[in-house]
């Protein structure tokens, strides 16, 4: 069966730190893989994603990037945070057009 | 670009009663998710529509896709405390790979 880690669960950093989150897929081959952030009690932004190793759709002008080392590896990343960088950040996954797979969530909050 | 969304955006309802969330598009859609997130925790399919005036149902849980596929409702009977989280819609543009998410609605319910 499928799985989908993602970590670290919560980090508090401070404003101007950077920033790896990761994520990994098991189980499946060449997923469609994806990062969205939530801001609290709001909906879900898509931020980028991935259709194939090295290859990165970025959705919205932001200081966050994404890369695909590896099939299923996804990682979210900043050189230097911002405050309206925390939030609720969640990988997925799907095959195609179809039904998500999310993680477990990130909760980063900046100082 | 295509928008999604869903009302209304917080929904009390009593326990026992019936409630629907409304989903609409500006553009018409490929197909349709539906997702739970309870609180605290990520997002969880639910079901995918993608026939025009297509009904599904879940137990209590009734989802429509309309005959012009540019909205979608859920309709909720006899709700429980286990309905309570934020149901989120999400649309599939046609031939993407991306979802782009409504808003949410937030219910909560009171004993």
């Known amino acids: 069966s499928q799985t989908i880690h993602q970590w670290p669960a919560t980090l508090v950093q401070p404003v101007g730190s950077p920033l790896s989150l990761e994520c990994t897929v098991e189980?499946?081959?060449?997923?469609?893989l994806y990062w969205y952030r939530q801001a609290a009690g709001r909906g879900l932004q898509l931020l980028f994603y991935?259709?194939?190793?090295?290859?990165i759709s970025s959705e919205v002008p932001q200081n966050l990037s994404a890369s695909r080392p590896q099939d299923r590896q996804f990682i979210l990343s900043s050189k230097k945070l911002l405050l309206s960088d925390s939030g609720f950040y969640l990988c997925?996954?799907?095959?195609?057009?179809?039904?998500?797979?999310f993680g477990e969530g990130s909760r980063l909050t900046v100082l | 670009g295509q928008q999604v969304m869903q009302i209304p955006q917080y929904q009390h309802v009593q326990e026992g009663e019936d409630f629907t969330t409304y989903c609409n598009s500006s553009?018409?859609?490929?197909?349709i998710q539906w997702y739970k997130q309870r609180p605290g925790g990520h997002p969880v399919f639910l079901i995918q529509?993608?026939?025009?005036?297509e009904v599904k149902k879940q137990k209590r849980l009734t989802f429509q896709f309309g005959e012009a596929k540019k909205n979608s409702s859920l309709h909720i009977t006899a709700t429980q405390t286990t309905d309570v989280g934020t149901y989120f819609c999400?649309?599939?543009?046609?031939?993407?790979?991306?979802?782009?998410f409504g808003g949410g609605t937030r219910v909560l319910v009171k004993p």
């Open positions: 189980g499946t081959s060449n997923p469609n």
């Open positions: 997925a996954w799907s095959r195609g057009g179809g039904e998500l797979f």
């Open positions: 999400a649309a599939l543009k046609a031939a993407g790979n991306k979802l782009t």
């Open positions: 553009t018409t859609l490929s197909n």
């Open positions: 991935s259709v194939g190793i090295g290859q």
């Open positions: 529509l993608v026939k025009s005036g």
